[in-house]
């Protein structure tokens, strides 16, 4: 059981490059999420999802796209990468929304830096 | 989005008890949540209160809330120096979408 895991864990960008961030998790949790940690500004919520095929923006959802086709995964794209993207990206996963959301696993983390 | 603040940093020796806050901006929340987080590593959820409770314990945590000033508060009997970690309070209304504090540095002096 391996949990919540995230590819790349580093990640070097050029700006107006694009990629795709990997999450992946094998509880068979229906809810996922991703983050970003920066410096004095704790986690803000990007998008989540709820179930496959639902997906919903967060706080700060400019500039970045998801889809959730499986239970599985949860991929995080950037578009066209800006330095205002640099950041620690983290993605969570929990068996759903709702009363049993205090059960949040959390990815090991991205590192992606945008130049 | 909602506003969670927490103090950047605390400082405590080893035995003592660290006392770490946060206070809130939304009176709707429902989960409120207590995650560590060590060095280069993501958010591990220590213990979480719903918004009916004023207290709950676990071991060596207890969390205090006082619903009236928004407030959150954990506190960490005979902390250890693995205690050493970032601390994040957390609230969510619908158990969706969540709000993080900026974090706690406690620093556990030997």
């Known amino acids: 059981n391996a949990g919540v895991t995230q590819t790349p864990k580093f990640q070097v960008l050029k700006t107006g490059q694009s990629m795709t961030l990997q999450c992946a998790q094998d509880m068979n949790h229906e809810y996922m999420s991703w983050y970003r940690q920066d410096p004095g500004m704790g986690l803000r919520l990007i998008h989540y999802s709820v179930g496959a095929g639902i997906t919903d923006q967060g706080e700060v959802p400019n500039g970045y796209n998801v889809s959730r086709s499986t239970t599985e995964d949860f991929p995080l794209r950037l578009l066209s990468a800006a330095p205002s993207q640099t950041s620690v990206y983290f993605c969570?996963?929990?068996?759903?929304?709702?009363?049993?959301?205090?059960?949040?696993?959390f990815g090991p983390g991205t590192r992606l830096t945008v130049t | 989005g909602e506003d969670v603040e927490q103090s950047l940093f605390l400082s405590v020796r080893e035995g003592d008890s660290s006392v770490i806050n946060c206070t809130y901006t939304?009176?709707?929340?429902?989960?409120l949540y207590w995650y560590k987080q060590e060095p280069g590593a993501g958010l591990q959820l220590l213990t979480y209160?719903?918004?009916?409770?004023d207290m709950k314990q676990d071991q060596r945590l207890t969390v205090l809330l006082n619903k009236k000033d928004k407030h959150l508060s954990l506190r960490i009997a005979d902390t250890q120096t693995g205690d050493s970690a970032i601390y994040f309070c957390a609230e969510s209304e619908t158990g969706n979408q969540f709000y993080f504090g900026t974090g706690t540095s406690l620093t556990v002096i030997p």
């Open positions: 209160i719903f918004s009916n409770m």
């Open positions: 969570a996963s929990s068996p759903s929304g709702g009363q049993s959301s205090y059960e949040q696993y």
């Open positions: 939304d009176s709707s929340s429902t989960y």
